[in-house]
C-alpha cells in the first residue's frame, strides 16, 4: 500500500503543476515573463519559492541522515546553509536594482567588453547549475530504491529520465511563473511535512528536547553524539597533520557553505521576480524564516530517527543514511506517514531540478545568445524560443549524465556546487558593486579562475581518487582504488579556491590595462542603492491594454535593450 | 554592447555624475556601507568563532548546560537567533533610514527624467516644424512616410 499511495500522490502533484504550467504557458508572453514570471510575484511568494529552491532533498533527506548517523555534526550544515543568507539579504536589493533578468545583467554593467564579460558568466553558471543537477538527479534515483523497495537499474533509470522529463515540462512550457508555483507548492509541503514529523517526534518524549537527545547519545551508543567530530574535523590519535588537515578540511567546508549561498544561479535569477528592491528583501526575510525553521528541524528529526530507528536500522537502508527521515516516517506515522514524506522528498527533488534548469537556460539565451551573439539585440520571441529550446537542451544533457552516474556518491557535488559558487560568482558580484576600479578583465579573470581552481582542486583531491576505507581496503573516493593522483589534502576547495578567486578578480584587474568609465561606476551605484531605472513589474493594467499599447514590450519588436535599461519602462506607476 | 553601449539613448553623459554627487545619495551610500560593514563583520566574525570552537575547542563545547542539552548545542540554536535577529535589524534600519532617502531621490530621479524627456519631445517637435517645406510634387511619398513617424 504504501508505494501505491506515493506514487497516487505524486501524480497528484505532478497534475497540479501541470494545469499551472499550461496556465503559465497560456499567460507568457516575452522575457519578463518567461524569466522573471512579469515580476509580479508578492514578496511573501517569492519568499516561499526561494526557501523551494533552496532546500534540496540533499539538505532535507542527507542532513536528517548524517545527524541521525554522525549525531551534531549534521547540524553544522544547517546552521551553514542558514546563515549565509545574510550575506544574500545585503546583496538582494543591489542586484534586482542592478539587474535584469540574470547574475551577469549585474556584472556587466558598467564594464566595457561585455560578451567576455557576459561568456564568463554563462560558463559559470552553467557548470554550478549542471553540478547541483547531477548531485540531485542521481539522488532521485537512489531515492526511488529506498521508497519502492526495488533497487534495480531499470528502476533508478526511470525514475531519473521521469524526473527529467517533468523538469523540461515545466521549465520549457511554463517559463518562471510555472517554476515559481512548483517552487511554492514544493516549499508549502515541505515545511507542512517536516512540521508534521517534528510535532510527532516531539511528542513521543513529552516535548522535552533534552529526553530526546538522550534518548538519541543512548541509542546510538556513541560517547560524543552531542558534540561536533563526529565526521568534520576528526581528530586522529597520533597524527596531529592528519587532524589539521581534517579541520582545516571542515572550516573550508563551512567557508563555502555560507559564502556559496548569494551566487548560486538558481537563488540569484529568482530576485527579478519581485516588482521591485523592497519586494525583493521581504521576500528574503520570508527566505530566512521559513529556511531557518526548516533547518531548526532537521535536529528532531536527525536526532529523533536515531532515537526511534536506530542507527543499525538506518545504516543498513542506506549506509549515507538517506532513508533516516523516512524510516523516521514510517516508525512515527506508518505506511501514510511514510508514502507523504516520500511524495514530497520527490517533490523536493523535482522543484530544485527545475529551478537549476530554468537558471541555466535563462542565462544561455539571455547572456550568451542575445547579448554576446546578437550584440544585445535579438527579438524578444526568438530569446523566449532560445531559451525554451536551450532548457530542453541542458535538461537532455542532465538526465544523460545522471544515467551515466547512477551508480556512483555524488553527493560531494552539492558542496562543489557551493564552493564554485563562492569562489567564481561572489567575487565578481561583490567588487563589481562595491569597487570602483574594477573591469572587465578582473571579472573575467575571476570567474575562470575561481571555477578552474575549485574544479581542479576537487579533482586532485581524495574525493577523486586515493582514499581508501583503512580496514576494508575499499575505495572511498569516485575513482577505484589503486588509482591514485590525488595531491591536494581537502575535500572541499573552498579554503583555497575562494581567496584564490578574489586574488584573480583583483589582479586580472591591476593587471589589464584596460581604462574603466568611472561614470559607469556611479551610473551602477545610484541605481543600485536607489532603484533609479530598474526593471519594474508592468504597472497594473489589463493584458490586453498592455498588448495594444506597450509599444515597447510586444513580442515581435525589436528588443529595446538600450532604452529599457537606462529610461524606465513601462514601470513608473 | 547591449546595455553599455546605447546609454547615449537615455540619460545624458553626466547625469548620474550629478546624481552621485548628491548629499542625500552620499548619506545613503555611507549609511548602507555602514550597516552592511557592520553586519558582513558580526554576522561572519560570530559564525566563524562558533565553527573555531567546533574544530579546536571540544571539550568547551562538550559542557552540559541543562540536561543533555550541551555547549555546542546551545552555540548552534544562538546562531539561528543571531541571523533571524540580524536579519530583523537590517530591515528595520532600511526602512527607517535608507528607503525614505532612496524612495526621494528615485522620485526626484523620475521627475527630472520625465521632464528631460518631454523637453526632448518638444524640440524635436520644433525641429520638425522649423524645418518644414512646402510639399513639391515628387516628393509625395515621402511626405507621407514622415506624416506617419
Given at each position: 500500500?504504501g508505494p501505491?499511495?506515493?506514487f497516487t500522490?505524486?501524480?497528484?502533484?505532478?497534475a497540479?503543476?501541470?494545469?499551472?504550467?499550461?496556465w503559465?504557458?497560456a499567460n507568457?508572453?516575452?522575457t519578463d515573463?518567461?524569466?522573471?514570471g512579469g515580476?509580479?510575484f508578492?514578496?511573501?511568494?517569492?519568499?516561499l519559492a526561494?526557501a523551494?529552491?533552496?532546500?534540496?532533498?540533499?539538505?532535507?533527506l542527507?542532513?536528517a541522515g548524517?545527524i541521525?548517523?554522525?549525531?551534531?555534526?549534521?547540524?553544522l550544515?544547517?546552521?551553514?546553509?542558514?546563515?549565509?543568507?545574510l550575506?544574500t539579504?545585503l546583496?538582494v536589493?543591489?542586484?534586482r536594482?542592478a539587474g535584469?533578468?540574470?547574475?551577469a545583467?549585474?556584472?556587466?554593467?558598467r564594464?566595457?567588453?561585455?560578451p567576455r564579460v557576459?561568456?564568463?558568466a554563462v560558463?559559470s553558471?552553467v557548470?554550478?547549475?549542471?553540478?547541483?543537477?547531477?548531485?540531485?538527479?542521481?539522488?532521485a534515483g537512489?531515492l526511488?530504491?529506498?521508497?519502492?523497495?526495488?533497487?534495480?537499474?531499470t528502476a533508478?533509470?526511470v525514475t531519473?529520465v521521469?524526473v527529467?522529463?517533468?523538469m523540461i515540462v515545466?521549465v520549457?512550457f511554463?517559463?518562471?511563473?510555472a517554476?515559481t508555483?512548483?517552487?511554492?507548492?514544493?516549499?508549502?509541503?515541505?515545511?507542512?511535512?517536516?512540521?508534521v514529523?517534528?510535532?510527532m517526534?516531539?511528542?513521543?518524549?513529552?516535548?522535552n528536547?533534552s529526553d530526546m537527545?538522550?534518548?538519541a547519545?543512548r541509542?546510538?551508543?556513541h560517547?560524543g553524539?552531542?558534540?561536533?567530530?563526529g565526521?568534520?574535523g576528526?581528530?586522529?590519535?597520533?597524527d596531529?597533520?592528519r587532524t589539521l588537515?581534517?579541520?582545516?578540511d571542515f572550516?573550508?567546508l563551512?567557508?563555502?557553505l555560507?559564502l556559496g549561498?548569494a551566487?548560486?544561479p538558481?537563488?540569484?535569477?529568482?530576485?527579478?521576480t519581485v516588482p521591485d528592491?523592497?519586494?525583493?528583501?521581504?521576500?528574503?526575510?520570508?527566505a530566512?524564516g521559513?529556511v531557518?525553521v526548516?533547518?531548526l528541524?532537521?535536529?528532531?528529526l536527525?536526532?529523533g530517527?536515531?532515537?526511534?530507528?536506530?542507527?543499525d536500522a538506518?545504516?543498513?537502508?542506506d549506509p549515507?543514511?538517506?532513508?533516516?527521515?523516512?524510516q523516521?516516517?514510517?516508525a512515527?506515522g506508518?505506511?501514510?506517514?511514510l508514502a507523504?514524506?516520500g511524495a514530497?522528498a520527490?517533490?523536493?527533488i523535482?522543484?530544485?531540478?527545475s529551478g537549476?534548469v530554468?537558471?541555466?537556460?535563462?542565462s544561455?539565451a539571455?547572456d550568451?545568445?542575445?547579448?554576446v551573439?546578437?550584440f544585445g539585440?535579438p527579438?524578444?520571441s526568438?530569446e523566449v524560443a532560445?531559451a525554451?529550446?536551450s532548457?530542453c537542451?541542458?535538461g537532455?544533457?542532465?538526465i544523460g549524465l545522471?544515467?551515466?552516474a547512477?551508480?556512483?556518491?555524488v553527493a560531494f557535488l552539492?558542496?562543489l556546487?557551493?564552493?564554485?559558487?563562492?569562489?567564481a560568482n561572489l567575487?565578481?558580484?561583490?567588487l563589481s558593486l562595491?569597487?570602483?576600479?574594477f573591469?572587465?578583465?578582473?571579472?573575467?579573470?575571476?570567474i575562470?579562475g575561481?571555477?578552474?581552481?575549485s574544479v581542479?582542486?576537487?579533482?586532485?583531491?581524495p574525493?577523486?581518487?586515493?582514499?581508501?576505507?583503512?580496514?576494508s581496503?575499499?575505495?572511498?573516493?569516485l575513482?577505484p582504488a589503486?588509482?591514485n593522483?590525488?595531491v591536494?589534502p581537502?575535500?572541499n576547495?573552498?579554503?583555497?579556491?575562494?581567496p584564490f578567486g578574489?586574488?584573480?578578480?583583483?589582479l586580472?584587474?591591476?593587471l589589464s590595462?584596460?581604462k574603466v568609465d568611472?561614470?559607469r561606476?556611479q551610473?551602477?551605484s545610484?541605481?543600485?542603492l536607489?532603484?533609479t531605472?530598474s526593471?519594474?513589474?508592468p504597472?497594473?493594467r489589463?493584458r490586453r491594454r498592455?498588448?495594444?499599447?506597450g509599444?515597447k514590450?510586444a513580442t515581435?519588436?525589436?528588443?529595446p535593450e538600450?532604452?529599457?535599461?537606462?529610461?524606465?519602462q513601462?514601470d513608473?506607476? | 554592447?547591449?546595455?553599455?553601449?546605447h546609454?547615449?539613448?537615455?540619460?545624458?553623459?553626466g547625469?548620474y555624475a550629478g546624481?552621485?554627487?548628491d548629499?542625500r545619495?552620499?548619506?545613503l551610500?555611507?549609511?548602507?556601507?555602514?550597516l552592511?560593514?557592520g553586519?558582513v563583520a558580526?554576522?561572519?566574525g560570530?559564525?566563524?568563532?562558533?565553527?573555531?570552537l567546533?574544530a579546536?575547542a571540544r571539550?568547551?563545547?562538550?559542557?552540559?548546560?541543562?540536561g543533555?542539552i550541551?555547549?555546542?548545542?546551545?552555540l548552534?540554536?544562538?546562531?539561528?537567533v543571531s541571523t533571524?535577529?540580524?536579519?530583523?535589524?537590517y530591515?528595520r534600519?532600511a526602512?527607517?533610514?535608507?528607503?525614505p532617502?532612496?524612495?526621494?531621490?528615485r522620485e526626484?530621479?523620475?521627475?527630472?527624467e520625465?521632464e528631460?524627456e518631454?523637453?526632448?519631445r518638444?524640440?524635436?517637435e520644433?525641429?520638425?516644424i522649423?524645418?518644414?517645406?512646402?510639399?513639391?510634387?515628387?516628393?509625395?511619398?515621402?511626405r507621407?512616410?514622415?506624416?506617419r513617424s
Amino acid at each position: 500500500m504504501g508505494p501505491a499511495l506515493t506514487f497516487t500522490l505524486f501524480i497528484l502533484f505532478i497534475a497540479i503543476t501541470l494545469v499551472i504550467t499550461f496556465w503559465a504557458r497560456a499567460n507568457t508572453r516575452g522575457t519578463d515573463d518567461y524569466y522573471a514570471g512579469g515580476r509580479a510575484f508578492s514578496g511573501a511568494q517569492n519568499g516561499l519559492a526561494l526557501a523551494g529552491d533552496y532546500m534540496s532533498a540533499a539538505s532535507f533527506l542527507g542532513i536528517a541522515g548524517i545527524i541521525a548517523l554522525s549525531g551534531y555534526d549534521g547540524f553544522l550544515y544547517s546552521i551553514g546553509f542558514l546563515v549565509a543568507w545574510l550575506l544574500t539579504l545585503l546583496l538582494v536589493e543591489l542586484m534586482r536594482n542592478a539587474g535584469r533578468f540574470t547574475m551577469a545583467d549585474v556584472l556587466s554593467y558598467r564594464v566595457r567588453r561585455q560578451p567576455r564579460v557576459r561568456t564568463a558568466a554563462v560558463a559559470s553558471t552553467v557548470t554550478v547549475s549542471v553540478f547541483y543537477l547531477l548531485a540531485q538527479m542521481v539522488g532521485a534515483g537512489a531515492l526511488v530504491s529506498l521508497l519502492l523497495g526495488v533497487s534495480t537499474d531499470t528502476a533508478k533509470i526511470v525514475t531519473i529520465v521521469a524526473v527529467g522529463a517533468m523538469m523540461i515540462v515545466y521549465v520549457m512550457f511554463g517559463g518562471m511563473k510555472a517554476t515559481t508555483w512548483v517552487q511554492i507548492i514544493k516549499a508549502v509541503l515541505l515545511m507542512g511535512g517536516t512540521t508534521v514529523l517534528t510535532v510527532m517526534v516531539l511528542s513521543r518524549f513529552g516535548f522535552n528536547l533534552s529526553d530526546m537527545l538522550g534518548a538519541a547519545a543512548r541509542n546510538s551508543g556513541h560517547a560524543g553524539f552531542l558534540q561536533p567530530g563526529g565526521r568534520f574535523g576528526k581528530e586522529v590519535a597520533g597524527d596531529p597533520l592528519r587532524t589539521l588537515v581534517n579541520k582545516l578540511d571542515f572550516i573550508s567546508l563551512a567557508l563555502a557553505l555560507v559564502l556559496g549561498t548569494a551566487g548560486l544561479p538558481h537563488i540569484v535569477s529568482r530576485f527579478f521576480t519581485v516588482p521591485d528592491a523592497r519586494a525583493a528583501r521581504t521576500s528574503v526575510n520570508w527566505a530566512i524564516g521559513l529556511v531557518g525553521v526548516f533547518y531548526l528541524m532537521t535536529l528532531a528529526l536527525g536526532f529523533g530517527a536515531t532515537a526511534l530507528v536506530g542507527q543499525d536500522a538506518i545504516a543498513a537502508q542506506d549506509p549515507a543514511g538517506n532513508a533516516a527521515a523516512l524510516q523516521l516516517a514510517r516508525a512515527l506515522g506508518g505506511d501514510v506517514l511514510l508514502a507523504f514524506i516520500g511524495a514530497v522528498a520527490f517533490a523536493t527533488i523535482l522543484a530544485v531540478v527545475s529551478g537549476l534548469v530554468l537558471a541555466s537556460s535563462t542565462s544561455l539565451a539571455h547572456d550568451y545568445f542575445g547579448h554576446v551573439l546578437m550584440f544585445g539585440r535579438p527579438r524578444e520571441s526568438q530569446e523566449v524560443a532560445v531559451a525554451r529550446f536551450s532548457s530542453c537542451v541542458i535538461g537532455l544533457l542532465a538526465i544523460g549524465l545522471a544515467v551515466i552516474a547512477r551508480h556512483q556518491n555524488v553527493a560531494f557535488l552539492v558542496a562543489l556546487a557551493f564552493a564554485m559558487a563562492a569562489s567564481a560568482n561572489l567575487p565578481a558580484i561583490v567588487l563589481s558593486l562595491f569597487w570602483r576600479r574594477f573591469n572587465s578583465s578582473g571579472v573575467v579573470a575571476g570567474i575562470y579562475g575561481g571555477l578552474g581552481a575549485s574544479v581542479l582542486l576537487v579533482v586532485l583531491s581524495p574525493v577523486v581518487s586515493g582514499k581508501v576505507d583503512p580496514v576494508s581496503g575499499r575505495s572511498l573516493s569516485l575513482l577505484p582504488a589503486g588509482v591514485n593522483f590525488h595531491v591536494f589534502p581537502l575535500e572541499n576547495p573552498g579554503l583555497v579556491s575562494i581567496p584564490f578567486g578574489f586574488l584573480c578578480a583583483v589582479l586580472g584587474t591591476l593587471l589589464s590595462d584596460e581604462k574603466v568609465d568611472p561614470e559607469r561606476y556611479q551610473e551602477l551605484s545610484v541605481r543600485s542603492l536607489t532603484g533609479t531605472g530598474s526593471h519594474r513589474a508592468p504597472a497594473r493594467r489589463s493584458r490586453r491594454r498592455r498588448r495594444d499599447g506597450g509599444k515597447k514590450t510586444a513580442t515581435g519588436l525589436r528588443h529595446p535593450e538600450g532604452t529599457q535599461t537606462d529610461t524606465p519602462q513601462g514601470d513608473s506607476p | 554592447m547591449g546595455e553599455a553601449r546605447h546609454r547615449s539613448a537615455g540619460a545624458p553623459r553626466g547625469w548620474y555624475a550629478g546624481l552621485a554627487q548628491d548629499r542625500r545619495f552620499r548619506l545613503l551610500r555611507t549609511r548602507f556601507y555602514r550597516l552592511a560593514i557592520g553586519i558582513v563583520a558580526s554576522f561572519l566574525g560570530w559564525y566563524f568563532l562558533y565553527i573555531w570552537l567546533s574544530a579546536f575547542a571540544r571539550e568547551f563545547m562538550a559542557r552540559p548546560v541543562v540536561g543533555n542539552i550541551n555547549v555546542a548545542l546551545l552555540l548552534g540554536v544562538l546562531q539561528f537567533v543571531s541571523t533571524f535577529a540580524l536579519a530583523w535589524r537590517y530591515s528595520r534600519y532600511a526602512r527607517r533610514m535608507l528607503d525614505p532617502l532612496s524612495e526621494q531621490l528615485r522620485e526626484e530621479a523620475a521627475a527630472m527624467e520625465a521632464e528631460r524627456e518631454h523637453a526632448e519631445r518638444l524640440a524635436a517637435e520644433r525641429q520638425r516644424i522649423e524645418s518644414w517645406a512646402p510639399p513639391r510634387r515628387n516628393a509625395a511619398h515621402r511626405r507621407t512616410r514622415e506624416g506617419r513617424s
